[in-house]
């Protein structure tokens, strides 16, 4: 198995470092890390020791967590180095921690190759739910086992398809494109294009956070307008507004509902996550559908209200 691992990222970059002529790849485990003897520090610790570093053998494989560095500069500044230059990435999703999923949303804006890990019982997050997940239970040797067993299998496939790596946000290589970037080599263009994507992303939260609580009071009814001046007036300026509004909200309704069926899919499929936890992922993300077609029903109809009332079409 340990084997497995170690082959795994053999076409992988070289951190620079060799052992006996040979190079020693790097693996960065993101985690909670907890306080000095607390309980959190002592069940990552466990996960390092009795999981992570039985897949990654030294010398070929060089294991380093945050609380490792003796660096005298940022501890961030040291984490983000680990993540971009590493060869690959554990992200331990473990109770949800802050921390790992600002590391976590770092590995994937420089499209670094990440295997995510989660004690049984647990359910990740939204956003990463279609992303694979391997759970463990340190007190099952056979769970554990099984963990390391796909640890490995995954760490191998990440090294054969280093061009199939995909993460939320893959489709927005902007991190590197920053990064890659030097004077007069587009950085100016390349900052406006993460930037424009952020604003953009958050402005599409608002109009769902807007749209799942509709303020009827602000809706204009075209119901209530002359027929005679409707043609000439404001308002129908307005109604046309509107109605290219909804279309586009209609258009993203239908996006969503294509996402969250593809989620759902994909979830009760993984037969590596416990069959309560893909029940309990799959029935909130159904709730979410149901929530999401209801809309979709309501706002046709207001369209094809609307509609009559602009004669289009």
């Not at 159904?286 to 046709?300: G, H, N, V, Y």
Request: hydrophobic letters at 40%.
């Amino acid at each position: 198995m340990a084997s497995n691992g170690r082959s795994a990222a053999s076409n992988a970059k070289s951190n620079g470092q060799t052992v006996d002529g040979a190079r020693v790849k790097t693996v960065f485990v993101i985690s909670p890390i907890g306080k000095p003897s607390s309980p959190e520090h002592r069940a990552a610790k466990l996960v390092l020791d009795y999981l992570i570093k039985k897949v990654f053998l030294e010398p070929e494989w060089k294991v380093v967590r945050a609380d490792d560095e003796n660096a005298p500069d940022s501890i961030t500044t040291q984490v983000i180095d680990r993540i971009v230059n590493s060869e690959l990435i554990v992200a331990d999703l473990t109770d949800h921690n802050p921390n790992v999923f600002y590391e976590l949303a770092v590995a994937h804006g420089y499209q670094r190759p990440v295997i995510q890990i989660m004690k049984e019982g647990q359910s990740p997050p939204f956003d990463v739910v279609d992303q694979r997940v391997i759970f463990y239970d340190l007190t099952d040797p056979a769970s554990v086992e099984a963990a390391k067993e796909s640890i490995a299998a995954s760490a191998e496939w990440l090294a054969d398809h280093s061009d199939q790596i995909r993460s939320p946000l893959t489709a927005h290589g902007s991190f590197t494109a920053i990064s890659n970037a030097g004077p007069g080599d587009g950085a100016n263009e390349a900052i406006a294009s993460a930037l424009t994507e952020i604003v953009t992303r958050l402005g599409r939260l608002e109009r769902a956070q807007r749209n799942s609580k509709p303020e009827r009071e602000d809706r204009l009814r075209l119901s209530d307008l002359s027929a005679e001046s409707i043609r000439d007036s404001r308002q129908y300026r307005m109604g046309r507004e509107r109605f290219a509004a909804l279309t586009n909200e209609l258009e993203m309704l239908d996006a969503k509902i294509a996402e969250l069926t593809s989620k759902i899919d994909f979830v009760q499929n993984d037969k590596d996550a416990p069959a309560d936890t893909r029940d309990r992922i799959v029935r909130d993300l159904r709730e979410e559908l149901d929530a999401i077609s209801q809309r979709k029903s309501e706002l046709t109809r207001v369209l094809a209200e609307e509609r009559r009332e602009l004669r289009f079409g």
